[in-house]
């Protein structure tokens, strides 16, 4: 069964740092571009960073780049977002996809909320 | 960014009865590849989106075979043949033929 699993969100205070992750399975994640999309509850999807299934290359939004760190560790099929100096703006759900453009197989999703 | 446009709004659908979205990009979604990268998305209540549609018109393993995508260049339109229960929620073309990938704002698809 095809399965992205996240875990690590959760209430952090302005400032803070968060690191997620997603575990993999039913994939060939090696082999897979991976991406993360979060949404604040009630509005659309909103395209975060990528990464290449061997970890060179790497794409980020605007509004997180420098902050936001994307990478995988393909021996344990887990992908990562390491969020560092979060904003109020970066409370959301955080999804685990695969593809870098295509994205079809999407995590049930994480929640972040970012607030003093 | 390429901004992606959604119309209509809402929709309110009798089953049974077809169903059409309409979805347009600020740049073309034309690759030098060939490939035009326009996705369709359907997200139900407390569910991720799923994907419907990849590159313009291929459907996703799964998606049932009522719905269908077309178009080209900056216009593009999501049909439903004929509309079931299932099919409710919010639909999103998202854009991927340049970073950022953008989304749609969305269509909310109400089964009457």
């Known amino acids: 069964e095809v399965q992205l699993v996240e875990s690590g969100g959760g209430l952090v205070q302005p400032g803070g740092s968060l690191r997620l992750s997603c575990a993999a399975s039913?994939?060939?994640?090696?082999?897979?571009?991976m991406s993360w999309v979060r949404q604040v509850p009630g509005k659309g999807p909103v395209w975060v960073s990528r990464i290449s299934p061997d970890g060179s290359r790497t794409n980020y939004a605007d509004s997180v780049k420098g902050r936001f760190t994307i990478s995988r560790d393909n021996a344990k099929n887990t992908l990562y977002l390491q969020m560092n100096s979060l904003r109020a703006e970066d409370t959301a759900v955080y999804y685990c996809i695969r593809g870098g453009w295509s994205l079809d197989i999407w995590g049930q999703g994480t929640m972040v909320t970012v607030s003093s | 960014d390429i901004v992606m446009t959604q119309t209509p709004l809402s929709l309110s659908v009798t089953p049974g009865q077809p169903a059409s979205i309409s979805c347009k990009s600020s740049e073309s979604l034309l690759h030098s590849d060939g490939k035009t990268y326009l996705n369709w998305y359907l997200q139900k209540p407390g569910q991720p989106p799923q994907l419907l549609i990849y590159e313009l018109s291929n459907r996703f393993s799964g998606a049932p075979d009522r719905f269908s995508g077309s178009g080209s260049g900056t216009d593009f339109t999501l049909k439903v043949s004929r509309v079931e229960a299932e099919d409710a929620g919010i639909y999103y073309c998202?854009?991927?033929?340049?970073?950022?990938?953008?989304f749609g704002g969305g269509t909310k698809v109400e089964i009457k």
């Open positions: 998202m854009q991927s033929v340049q970073v950022p990938l953008t």
């Open positions: 039913g994939i060939t994640f090696s082999s897979s571009w």
